[in-house]
C-alpha cells in the first residue's frame, strides 16, 4: 500500500511540475522529523483558533498538512496571535516553514516561495469620520492604529509621509486602541476590519485598498533545497486547484482573498 501511494504521489507531483522529495529536501523541511508550521490565527484569511480546543484550521493549515503529507513527514502546527510575533520567532528557530505576507524586510532571514493568494490591506474610520478616500489618511493629525510588523505595518512605515502609526500588538489591540484612544483609523486586512465594523456603529471600512498583501510561504534562510521545493509546492498548489478549493472549504470569497496568478523562479 506504501508502494502504491508513494507511486499516485509522485504521479501527481510529475502532472502539476512539482519536483520529486529527496532526503536533503526532506531533511532541509524537517530537521528533527516533524514539520513545524508557524500558523498566524490572527488573520482569518489565514487561519482560525477554536477558542475552546486551541484547534487550528485554516487555508494555512491545510497547505501545511498537504506540504507534510506529500515529504512524508508529521505536520506540528506552531500558532501564533500576529504575524510579528512569527517573523520574530525564526530566530530562534521555532518554526521550519510559516505563512505571511511578503515583504522585502522580512526577506533578510525568510526565502519565499511565490504568492499563493492576495489580500486587500484597507482603513476603517469612525462615525462621521471626514476621511473618505484611503488618500486621505495621509493627513498630519491624522492617527492610524496598526498591528507592528505586519504586512500592512512594514508598508505603511514606508509610504504614510503625514499620518502617525500608532502601533499594537495584534489586530484585536488595534481594534481596542481604535476605539478607546478615538483614533482616526486602523489598519488591517478588509475581511478582520468588516467583521470589527459589525460591533462598531457607524464605523466604515473605506472602499479601495492601500495595498494588497501576496501572502506566500517562507522557510528560514540557508535551506535552499526546501526553499526550491516550496516554490514549486505553492505552484501546484494553486494549478492543480488546491488553494481555490481551500478557499471555498473556508467559506472565503473574491471579496476576501483571490489565488494568485502563476509565478516564474527567478
Not at 502609526?165 to 489598519?187: M, N, R, W, Y
Not at 478549493?245 to 482573498?257: E, I
Amino acid at each position: 500500500m506504501k508502494r502504491v501511494a508513494l507511486l499516485i504521489g509522485l504521479a501527481t507531483a510529475m502532472a502539476y511540475g512539482q519536483s520529486v522529495v529527496t532526503n536533503e529536501i526532506r531533511s532541509q523541511f524537517a530537521p528533527s522529523g516533524t514539520l513545524r508550521a508557524g500558523i498566524n490565527y490572527a488573520n482569518p484569511l489565514l487561519a482560525s483558533r477554536d477558542e475552546k480546543t486551541g484547534e487550528l484550521s485554516g487555508v494555512a493549515v491545510d497547505l501545511s498538512r498537504e506540504l507534510g503529507r506529500r515529504l512524508g513527514v508529521p505536520v506540528q502546527l506552531v500558532g501564533f496571535d500576529a504575524a510579528g510575533k512569527m517573523t520574530d520567532a525564526v530566530k530562534s528557530g521555532a518554526w521550519d516553514i510559516a505563512f505571511l505576507g511578503i515583504d522585502p524586510a522580512r526577506a533578510t532571514e525568510i526565502d519565499y516561495s511565490a504568492a499563493y493568494m492576495e489580500l486587500e490591506g484597507t482603513y476603517l474610520v469612525p462615525a462621521a469620520s471626514p476621511l473618505k478616500t484611503v488618500e486621505d489618511v495621509d493627513r498630519e493629525g491624522v492617527r492610524v492604529a496598526v498591528t507592528s510588523k505586519s504586512a500592512y505595518d512594514l508598508f505603511l512605515s514606508r509610504n504614510l509621509k503625514h499620518a502617525q502609526i500608532v502601533h499594537t500588538g495584534t489586530t484585536p489591540e488595534s481594534i481596542e486602541v481604535f476605539v478607546k484612544s478615538k483614533l482616526d483609523a486602523v489598519a488591517a486586512v478588509r475581511t478582520s476590519l468588516v467583521a470589527a465594523a459589525k460591533d462598531l456603529p457607524g464605523a466604515r471600512v473605506m472602499a479601495g485598498h492601500f495595498m494588497t498583501i501576496p501572502q506566500a510561504a517562507g522557510v528560514p534562510k540557508g535551506r535552499p533545497a526546501a526553499a526550491r521545493y516550496l516554490w514549486d509546492f505553492i505552484e501546484n498548489a494553486k494549478a492543480s486547484g488546491f488553494v481555490a478549493d481551500a478557499l471555498k472549504r473556508h467559506g472565503l470569497t473574491a471579496n476576501d482573498a483571490i489565488v494568485a496568478a502563476p509565478a516564474t523562479r527567478n
